[in-house]
Structures are given as structure tokens and as C-alpha cells.
């Protein structure tokens, strides 16, 4: 045993604000094809250049990133060129066997070996992509997952680095997004934090969602991120290729829960976000085209429509949120455009201090020597 007042007291430090803490494993997860890999990618990008609002603002570290799924030369190097990395603090992350050919991590075996190249390398970040490539075992019998991840996690907590394991939800399901998490249940019960991304069906702009799905560190009710995974093309020796990137729009009040959802409910909720959509335009109509939150829910209330399916409806509806201040509330306001996109009004990005996020340079080509094209 050790008394309290044996132990020092740290202060917690972000990587990001709020989002992804140092000393701590946090888990990406979402279905496919929602971006998490590219969220990755923006967020080792960001690290490398000292731009991400944080601990680190200001001062470049270097990043790691495992990749099992993604090819380097065909996906993940274009990637990184397009989102404007320090490619030099960007390093590819493998283990070599004896005989001497290439393998993913094995968790927790070459987590020593992991440390050694954190210092060598001076790493803040570290990306397992995607996470469960670096397991083996019976991963739904009790304990498994959580002896691979507590040392990992505890490798994390000593050298004072974030580490963020990305992940796929179960293709059925619904409920908790934490507990779609894929492989084991035992993801959401170990890690501190968990970031959860989900596509908004009914965004005319293709936009997603990403939320905090889990956090036992960060203050409660931040806002949830809407981003896009926006087209860039990269030169290349063999000529252009198409990559796309994380692009940030802005805030918005809607959860990765609400989507999720929305997207598993019946046919009877179908009609009632319709409806509820419906009476949210003509509200809004009615009060000049904007109105304050608060004032909209208890409208909505004395209609006989839930909190719950208003929010949900809002993407239908075609309404943009934008936050007026810390304690203020936030104002929901119609499409200006009259398009049902729910949130074209704010894609000129947010503002950093207000979100926490800073956007990514205009996207530019680039070419295999990292010159503006």
C-alpha cells in the first residue's frame, strides 16, 4: 500500500483540447467508410507541423503510425502529403521478425520495443490502425482484450503519449455506441476516452459526425464535430492520384448517437422525423428564419414532439447551429441557400477558438518531394 500524500499529483495534458489526451489510449471507432483513417492521418498531420490547439501547440513532434489495412505507397503517403504533413516527423510503424520480414505490432509483446522508439523518435502520437490487427487470441473471452490493452495503456500513462487505436462498430446493432465497438466489449470498459464517427444520411453534403462516445477526463457536453472527407489529388513519380482528407466544417448539436439511431429505427420513427422536420421549418419560418435552442425545444414540447426526434430531424430539416458562447446557448437557423443541406452555412470552417480544431491549410497538390504544385 502507499498513502496518498506519497503520490505526485500531474496535471492532465491534451494532445488535443478535450478530444484526445496525453497519457491515456484513446479508441477511434465507426463504421466504415466514415473517415476515421483520414481523421488519423489530419490528426498525426497536425501534430507534425505544432498546429493542433493543445499541449503541444507550437512545438512539431514526431508521429507513428501502424497501418494494416491501408497500402503506404498507394493510400496513406498521398494522404499525408495532401494534408500537409511534416513528412519527416511522420514515421511508418512495423515490427520485423528475426527472419527479417515485416509484421504488425503485437500487442503487448513489443510494447517495450514500442517505448524505445518513442524516445528515439521524440513520438507525442501513436496510431494503431486499426487496433485488433495488433491482437490475437480469443478476444470475446473475459480479460483477453483488457491484458492487451492495460500495458499499452500504462505505456501511454509513463512517457506521456497519446496513443489512439482505431476501430470498426459491428455491422447490427444498435444502442450504445460504445458497446458496437467490434471484437470485444471490453474496449469501451478499458480506455478513458473514445471518439465515435457516424455518416448523417440525410446531409445533402456527404458530411459525418464525430462525438466523444466515452470520456471519464474531459468536461461534459462538448460538442460534437461535423466534417467531410474532401477530394485532393496528389502527384505521384507513375502520375496524379486521388486521395481524399479530413476536412472540418463545424459544430453541431448532433451526436453519433442520434445518427446511429436514426439509421436503425423503424419505419415509424422514419415518419416521425419527417414530420417533426416539417413543423421545425415552419417554425423557424415563423420566427424569421432563426431561433435560440431553448426557445425551439419548448415549442417543440408543447407540440407533443420529443427532444430526442427534433434533433434528429434537424439534418432533414436543412438547420445549421452555430453557438453563441460559453452559457449561451446555441441558435438554430435555416439553410440561407434554402437547400435541405443541414450544414452548408458553416463551411467556411469554424472558429478555432470556439471549437478547439484548427482547420487544415487549403488543400493544395503536392508533389512526391512535398513542393506546392
Not at 524505445?116 to 486499426?130: G, K, R, Y
Not at 444502442?175 to 478499458?190: K, R, T
Not at 437547400?339 to 488543400?363: T, W
Request: include cysteine; charged fraction near 20%; hydrophobic fraction near 40%.
Amino acid at each position: 500500500m502507499t498513502p496518498v500524500s506519497g503520490i505526485a499529483m500531474r496535471r492532465r495534458q491534451w494532445l488535443w483540447n478535450n478530444y484526445v489526451p496525453l497519457g491515456e489510449l484513446t479508441i477511434a471507432a465507426g463504421p466504415a467508410g466514415t473517415g476515421k483513417s483520414q481523421h488519423a492521418v489530419w490528426l498525426a498531420s497536425a501534430v507534425s507541423r505544432g498546429t493542433l490547439p493543445g499541449e503541444l501547440y507550437g512545438h512539431p513532434t514526431s508521429a507513428l503510425y501502424m497501418a494494416s489495412e491501408d497500402s503506404w505507397s498507394y493510400t496513406l503517403a498521398p494522404r499525408f502529403h495532401a494534408s500537409g504533413a511534416d513528412l519527416d516527423r511522420v514515421h511508418r510503424l512495423y515490427a520485423e521478425t528475426v527472419e527479417g520480414s515485416e509484421s504488425v505490432l503485437r500487442l503487448p509483446v513489443d510494447v517495450e520495443a514500442l517505448g524505445d522508439v518513442i524516445n528515439e523518435t521524440d513520438a507525442s502520437l501513436i496510431v494503431f490502425d486499426a487496433l485488433l490487427s495488433t491482437m490475437s487470441g480469443d478476444l470475446v473471452k473475459q480479460g483477453v482484450v483488457r491484458s492487451v490493452l492495460e500495458p499499452i495503456s500504462r505505456l501511454a500513462q509513463d512517457m506521456n503519449v497519446a496513443i489512439l487505436g482505431i476501430a470498426h462498430f459491428r455491422k447490427a446493432g444498435a444502442g450504445d455506441p460504445l458497446n458496437m465497438i467490434s471484437g470485444s466489449a471490453e474496449f469501451g470498459q478499458v480506455v478513458r476516452s473514445a471518439i465515435g464517427f457516424a455518416r448523417d444520411r440525410d446531409a445533402e453534403d456527404g458530411s459525418c459526425v464525430m462525438s466523444l462516445i466515452k470520456t471519464n477526463i474531459a468536461p461534459q457536453g462538448l460538442p460534437s464535430i461535423r466534417y467531410r472527407i474532401a477530394p485532393a489529388v496528389v502527384d505521384t513519380p507513375d502520375g496524379p492520384t486521388d486521395v481524399g482528407t479530413f476536412e472540418v466544417i463545424g459544430e453541431t448539436d448532433q451526436s453519433v448517437g442520434d445518427l446511429l439511431d436514426q439509421q436503425t429505427g423503424t419505419a415509424e420513427d422514419r415518419s416521425e422525423r419527417t414530420e417533426a422536420a416539417e413543423w421545425l421549418r415552419e417554425y423557424l419560418l415563423d420566427q424569421g428564419g432563426s431561433a435560440k435552442a431553448s426557445d425551439v425545444l419548448k415549442a417543440a414540447r408543447a407540440d407533443g414532439i420529443a427532444e430526442a426526434t427534433l434533433k434528429r430531424a434537424r439534418s432533414k430539416a436543412g438547420i445549421s447551429t452555430k453557438r453563441q458562447g460559453f452559457g449561451k446557448g446555441s441558435v438554430w437557423s435555416l439553410d440561407s441557400s434554402g437547400s435541405h443541406s443541414a450544414h452548408s452555412a458553416q463551411a467556411s470552417g469554424p472558429d478555432p477558438n470556439e471549437l478547439n480544431v484548427i482547420p487544415m491549410p487549403p488543400r493544395t497538390t503536392r508533389t512526391t518531394e512535398g513542393e506546392t504544385a
